[in-house]
């Protein structure tokens, strides 16, 4: 499903003190935007993983928000996934002008959001946000894309704003922790 755009005021310069009408999408998981015109993409990230991706050379800039790091057998290009996110969002910024080559990537999520309980230590396996970071970073250097910050595997979920035209990223953290299961004592 396409990111719905929706109207919104975005302070875009602080220097001269202009306001900008710009368009905005929320992405959900499984959802990639891109654009040449100044557009704000905003989602929420617990274990899922965002790459927002700018081309300084001709000002395109987009973003993905994938859930799992490999696609099913049944749906091999899955914009879900990680590597189906990545190709689906380099794909729609090409298509704009972007150059792979110039093109600089931020790195978001992959969090622990969730209280676990405890487990013993054979079952000590990495957490599914561990293990999506994990695999976009080895995409993005398969893809040899350069990769300017990372914000990843915290305790908390975040938001992210990003604008198109500059490439920057704004991010809050986001109290998402969910105990899975409750104590005697919290009933």
Same mark, same amino acid.
């Given at each position: 499903?396409?990111?719905?755009?929706?109207?919104?005021?975005?302070?875009?310069?602080?220097?001269?003190?202009?306001?900008?009408?710009?368009?905005?999408?929320?992405?959900?998981?499984?959802?990639?935007?891109?654009?040449?015109?100044?557009?704000?993409?905003?989602?929420?990230?617990?274990?899922?993983?965002?790459?927002?991706?700018?081309?300084?050379?001709?000002?395109?800039?987009?973003?993905?928000?994938?859930?799992?790091?490999?696609?099913?057998?049944?749906? %091999?290009?899955?914009t879900r996934a990680a590597?189906?996110?990545?190709?689906? #969002? @380099? +794909?729609?910024?090409?298509?704009?002008?972007? =150059?792979?080559?110039?093109?600089?990537?931020?790195?978001?999520?992959?969090?622990?959001?969730?209280?676990?309980?405890?487990?013993?230590?054979?079952?000590?396996? %990495?957490?599914?946000?561990?293990?999506?970071?994990?695999?976009?970073?080895? #995409? @993005? +250097?398969?893809?040899?894309?350069?990769?300017? =910050?990372?914000?990843?595997?915290?305790?908390?979920?975040?938001?992210?704003?990003?604008?198109?035209?500059?490439?920057?990223?704004?991010?809050?953290?986001?109290?998402?922790?969910?105990?899975?299961?409750?104590?005697?004592?919290?009933?």
């Amino acid at each position: 499903m396409p990111a719905i755009p929706e109207p919104v005021t975005l302070f875009l310069s602080p220097e001269s003190g202009l306001e900008q009408h710009v368009s905005s999408s929320f992405l959900h998981p499984g959802e990639v935007f891109a654009s040449a015109t100044p557009h704000v993409i905003t989602t929420i990230l617990g274990s899922c993983v965002a790459m927002c991706l700018f081309d300084p050379m001709s000002s395109v800039g987009g973003m993905n928000h994938f859930a799992i790091p490999h696609a099913p057998a049944s749906d %091999p290009q899955s914009t879900r996934a990680a590597a189906g996110a990545l190709k689906a #969002l @380099l +794909a729609r910024m090409e298509s704009l002008g972007a =150059r792979r080559q110039t093109i600089q990537v931020k790195l978001f999520g992959g969090n622990s959001v969730l209280s676990l309980p405890e487990r013993n230590d054979e079952e000590n396996r %990495p957490y599914v946000g561990q293990v999506n970071v994990a695999v976009a970073r080895i #995409l @993005l +250097a398969e893809y040899r894309l350069q990769v300017v =910050r990372e914000l990843v595997m915290r305790p908390h979920g975040m938001m992210l704003k990003m604008v198109t035209a500059t490439g920057d990223v704004w991010v809050r953290p986001v109290n998402t922790v969910r105990p899975l299961r409750h104590t005697a004592a919290e009933k």
